[in-house]
């Protein structure tokens, strides 16, 4: 229908004015403010390392700065862009600083960024075909690269995923499904396993009792002997082994499960083989590492999160199935209102292989990304990630004031300040908490902290392309000024 350019449209003959919602602006406010906050994103990226690593904020302090009722007439956008980059962003974690080494670091790629807004302002809908033939291309592009990478066979696929917690939950589902939902069903993950497995778990209806945490060797890798005293005893006690979760590089230790006994241990039980390798699965990549994951080919299933260890943007996670022809038939429903969707089965609905039908276009991020910075440029920061943690540990073995914990792998090292002379576990751990403490407080790097054997451990995770020894080094020693200080 046309309209001229006061937005008055013809209306059977009629000229008929066209109320305008205040909800479109015109191209050149659009411009002027994109330019501005692209601006704003760049001058942070480009201060990144000189900032702090973190920055918290009480309760009390965030409430008087934000708590308002919804404003009624608009606000100039200038102002509103300003209070974002002021109040709102910064009482935040640099989660991409370089020496933000704590939880699980993301430090997302400039062209991933650039995906991001180009997805959102095309306003891709990635739940069907219909509606987005080249996004979903894409995405079947991207799974692809993924599965070939992890050797699984031609019958794989899977999708992307808000995270790793939705990978694991679809996983938990599909298993059920195919074995179709019986009584009594049992996961086993390890005591290393990840709190995402748990809530699967739950949310998928397993009961309490049928969620076994199977032990760890001296080493943190699932014990295979106690996998399957397990199994024999829950199949004695009438139960039914439905899903052996394998860890493909344990939060806490970076730990990869020997993952060819366990599928092997799974396939004799009729159990669905499933590796959360959430974190450490893009490791593959590093040929350094690459050989603690043999077997993961053989997986019914595998968790991905691409905005860990693949340097893309939040919400990017990824699961790959087997037969990606059985996760459709588990998640598919079509109702009457899809009708026109069913376009047959070359023609993937991503929305048919999970949770969601209402979708972003995840994949442009990934694919945009390895277009412009090559795949060798991943190859190379995932390798650099490991020597790091490496040479942190050789470091951490060296310091006559530190005890190595766990060694290097996919870029965790657990470690704590230990001074010389008897100290008891108590006393240690308290310690060990105070060292935290002040290195955080300080700003200057970020740590964070897990239990090992109970026993309360330092936790390097690096995993940013922008971290340098220098960065490593100075946070190792941050940790030993803080423990004489404390122990002087
Ligand atoms: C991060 C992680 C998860 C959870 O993934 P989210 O993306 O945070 O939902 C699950 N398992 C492992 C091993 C992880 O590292």
């Given amino acids: 229908m046309a309209s001229d350019a006061a937005g008055r449209r013809q209306v059977g003959g009629e000229v008929e004015i066209a109320e305008r919602s205040g909800m479109e602006w015109d191209p050149e406010t659009m411009r002027a403010l994109a330019y501005r906050v692209v601006d704003l994103v760049v001058d942070r ?3 990144l390392g000189q900032g702090p690593a973190w920055q918290g904020a009480d309760r009390s302090e965030t409430e008087p700065l934000l708590r308002e009722p919804p404003p009624d ?3 100039p956008a200038e102002d509103v862009i300003r209070r974002a980059v002021t109040d709102v962003l910064p009482l935040a974690g640099r989660i991409d600083h370089p020496r933000f080494f704590a939880f699980v670091p993301s430090s997302p790629t400039w062209p991933t960024v650039l995906a991001d807004l180009l997805a959102s302002g095309y306003n891709v809908f990635q739940g069907t075909w219909l509606e987005s033939a080249g996004p979903s291309q894409v995405e079947l592009v991207v799974t692809d690269w993924f599965r070939d990478w992890l050797g699984m066979p031609p019958s794989a696929g899977g999708l992307l995923t808000s995270g790793g917690s939705a990978a694991n939950l679809l996983a938990t589902v599909a298993a059920r499904e195919s074995a179709g939902n019986p009584a009594g069903a049992t996961v086993y993950l390890s005591d290393q396993g990840h709190s995402s497995v748990v809530r699967a ?12 945490r199977v032990p760890t060797g001296p080493d943190f890798a699932l014990d295979t002997d106690a996998l399957r005293q397990a199994i024999r005893h829950d199949r004695g006690a009438g139960r039914t082994p439905l899903l052996v979760v394998a860890n493909g590089g344990a939060t806490n230790t970076g730990v990869v499960d020997p993952l060819a006994d366990i599928g092997a241990i ?13 974190y450490g699965g893009f490791a593959v990549l590093d040929p350094s590492v690459a050989g603690s994951f043999r077997g993961i080919e053989e997986a019914d299933s595998v968790t991905l999160d691409p905005h860990k260890w693949l340097f893309q943007t939040y919400e990017t996670g990824c699961l790959l199935v087997r037969d990606v022809t059985g996760l459709e038939a588990v998640f598919r429903v079509m109702p009457e209102y899809l009708q026109d969707t069913a376009l047959g089965f070359e023609h993937v609905n991503f929305g048919d292989r999970g949770l969601q039908l209402s979708r972003e276009f995840r994949a442009l991020r990934v694919w945009m990304s390895i277009q412009m910075l090559g795949l060798d440029a991943f190859r190379a920061a995932i390798a650099h990630s490991n020597d790091l943690a490496r040479r942190a540990e050789a470091y951490v073995r060296e310091a006559a004031d530190l005890e190595l914990l766990s060694p290097a792998s996919l870029g965790v090292v657990c ?7 008897p100290v008891d576990a108590e006393a240690l751990d308290a310690l060990n908490e105070a060292v935290q403490d002040r290195v955080v407080e300080t700003g200057r790097a970020m740590i964070s902290s897990t239990r090992l054997r109970g026993a309360y451990a330092l936790r390097l995770c690096i995993m940013n392309y922008r971290s340098t020894w220098d960065d490593v080094r100075e946070t190792l020693g941050m940790v030993q000024a803080a423990g004489r200080g404390l122990t002087a």
Avoid at 266 to 278: I, L, Q, Y
């Fill in 415 to 421: 470690y704590r300040y230990r001074p010389r002379g």
């Fill in 201 to 212: 778990a739950r949310i998928a209806g397993i009961d309490p009792d049928g969620i076994r």
């Fill in 266 to 278: 799974a396939r004799d039980e009729g159990a669905w083989f499933h590796v959360d390798a959430a």
């Fill in 73 to 75: 007439a608009p606000r």
């Fill in 45 to 47: 990226w480009a201060g």
